[in-house]
DNA sequence: GGTCCTTTGAAGACT
DNA sequence: AGTCTTCAAAGGACC
C-alpha cells in the first residue's frame, strides 16, 4: 500500500488548522496526533472535491467549501497548497487525470467479490482486507440480494427518466455485486475502538454544558443501530431501502420511527393513501455519525445529540483521509443505488413541504418561519461579528 | 407535540 | 456562476 502522508509526519500540524478546536479549550485538539490528520483531511477534501466536481465548478466547490471550512476553523487558504502537497505524497492516489470520474474508482472496490483490485488499483490501496465484518457494513442495510449485479427489476436504462437531471450513474453492477457479507470487508483501519482519536484524553471533547448526568448503563442497549435495520423500508420493486419510508405501518427499525411515518391516527384519518417519503441519502458525514454515535454515547455517557454531534464532528475532522474516504465512498455508493432505486426522486421533494403529512405535518408556513428565523440568526452573527 | 440544537455534505433554490 | 438554504440522523431540552 503506498504510503500516504499521514505517516510521514512532514509539515505537521499547521497551527491554524486546528483553531476552531482551540476555541473549545480542549487539550486533545493540541496534540500532534491531530495534526496531521487535519492535513491529511484537508488533503482528502480537496482531492474528493476535485474528484467528485471535476466536471462540474471545482472552482465553486472549492469556494463553497472554503467559506464552510473558513467557519468551522478549518482554513483553506492551504487547500491550494495542500492539494499540491497531496498529489505528490499521495504517491498516485489522486494524481492520474486518466479518471476523470470519481477518485475512488481507481480502488480496489472492497464491496466486490474478492474485493478484487483493479487494474490501477496499484496506485492506491485505501482499504485494506480484513477477515471479518466491517464496521461500516451497518451503514448499508440494504439486505444484500438487492445488491446482485444489475438487479432484473431496476430499469435497464436510467436515462429514460424524464424531469429530473442527474448525472449518468455509471455501471453500478459492480458495485453492488456484493458477496453476502461482502460489505463488511471493507475495512480495517477503522480502529477507533484501538485508536482513540484523542490518545490519552477522554474521548468525549464537549462543552461542559452538553454534559450528562445520565446513567450509561444503558447507552448500547438504547442506541437503535443501522446493523439491526432490518427488511423495512421495502421500495416497490422489492428492494428493501432505508431511504424510503411506508406511507403505513410502521417499521421496525427507529430509524424510522422519528418524524418519517403516517401516525397510526393520520392514517386512518387519511384514507388516501400518501405518497411514500423518500429520504434523501446519507452523505459521508451521516454515515459516520451513525456508526459512530452509539461509540460514542458509550464513551461519553451522552444522550444529548447536539453535544454528540459536536463530538462525532471533531471527530470526523481527526480521521485520515483514508477512513474518510471509506465514507465518502459509502455515501457514494448511497447515492447511486438511490438514484437506481428512485430514479425520478429529487431532493427538492423533501423541501418545503417539509415532508408534509408524514409525521411532522410541517406546513410551508412552518418552513418558511424556520427558513426566517435561520436568517434571522444569521443576521445576528454578523450583526455580532461586525461589533 | 413541535421545534431547536449540533454536525457535515449533497443538492436544490436563489441572486 | 456563485451563494444561500434545506435536509438527511439523533434524542434530549425546551416551550
Known amino acids: 500500500m503506498p504510503q500516504l502522508s499521514s505517516g510521514g509526519g512532514d509539515d505537521l500540524g499547521a497551527n491554524d488548522e486546528m483553531i476552531s478546536f482551540k476555541d473549545e479549550g480542549e487539550q486533545e485538539e493540541k496534540i500532534q496526533e491531530n ?8 488533503d482528502l477534501k ?57 477518485p475512488f474508482l481507481m480502488l480496489p472496490d472492497p464491496y466486490l467479490p474478492n474485493s478484487s483490485v483493479s487494474p ?6 485505501v482499504v485494506q482486507q480484513s477477515h471479518g465484518m466491517h464496521p461500516l457494513t451497518s451503514l448499508l442495510p440494504y439486505g444484500n440480494d438487492h445488491f446482485s449485479p444489475s438487479p432484473p427489476h431496476l430499469p435497464t436504462d436510467m436515462s429514460q427518466k424524464t424531469g429530473v437531471h442527474r448525472h449518468q450513474s455509471q455501471d453500478l453492477s459492480g458495485y453492488y455485486s456484493l458477496p453476502p457479507g461482502g460489505v463488511g470487508q471493507i475495512t480495517p483501519s477503522m480502529s477507533w475502538q484501538s485508536q482513540p482519536v484523542y490518545p490519552g484524553l477522554s474521548p468525549c471533547g464537549f462543552r461542559q454544558s452538553y454534559s450528562s448526568n445520565l446513567p450509561s448503563a444503558s447507552s448500547y442497549s438504547r442506541f437503535p443501530h443501522s446493523l439491526m435495520l432490518g427488511t423495512s423500508g421495502m421500495h416497490p420493486t422489492g428492494i428493501p431501502h432505508p431511504a424510503i419510508v411506508p406511507p403505513t405501518g410502521k417499521q421496525d427499525h427507529d430509524q424510522y420511527d422519528r418524524g418519517m411515518y403516517v401516525k397510526p391516527q393520520e392514517a386512518k384519518r387519511e384514507k388516501e393513501p400518501k405518497k411514500p417519503v423518500i429520504k434523501k441519502p446519507l452523505n459521508a458525514f451521516m454515515l459516520y455519525m451513525k456508526e459512530m454515535r452509539a461509540k460514542v454515547i458509550a464513551e461519553c455517557t451522552l444522550k444529548e445529540s447536539a453535544a454528540i454531534n459536536q463530538i462525532l464532528g471533531r471527530r470526523w475532522h481527526a480521521l485520515t483521509r483514508e477512513e474518510q474516504a471509506k465514507y465518502y465512498e459509502l455515501a457514494r455508493k448511497e447515492r447511486q443505488l438511490h438514484m437506481q432505486l428512485y430514479p425520478t426522486w429529487s431532493a427538492r421533494d423533501n423541501y418545503e413541504a417539509g415532508l408534509s403529512g408524514v409525521a411532522g405535518e410541517k406546513s410551508k408556513a412552518d418552513w418558511g418561519k424556520k427558513k426566517r428565523r435561520k436568517r434571522e440568526k444569521q443576521q445576528d452573527s454578523n450583526t455580532d461579528n461586525s461589533l
Open 35 to 42: 495534526a496531521f490528520t487535519e492535513r491529511d483531511l484537508a
Open 120 to 125: 490501477s488499483s496499484n496506485k492506491v490501496s
Open 46 to 102: 480537496s482531492s474528493l472535491v476535485n474528484e467528485s466536481e471535476i466536471n462540474q465548478s471545482p472552482n465553486a466547490a472549492a469556494v463553497r467549501r472554503g467559506q464552510q471550512s473558513e467557519q468551522r476553523g478549518f482554513p483553506d487558504k492551504h487547500r491550494e497548497h495542500l492539494d499540491g502537497v497531496s498529489k505528490q505524497q499521495d504517491g498516485g492516489m489522486y494524481k492520474s487525470p486518466a479518471y476523470p470520474g470519481y
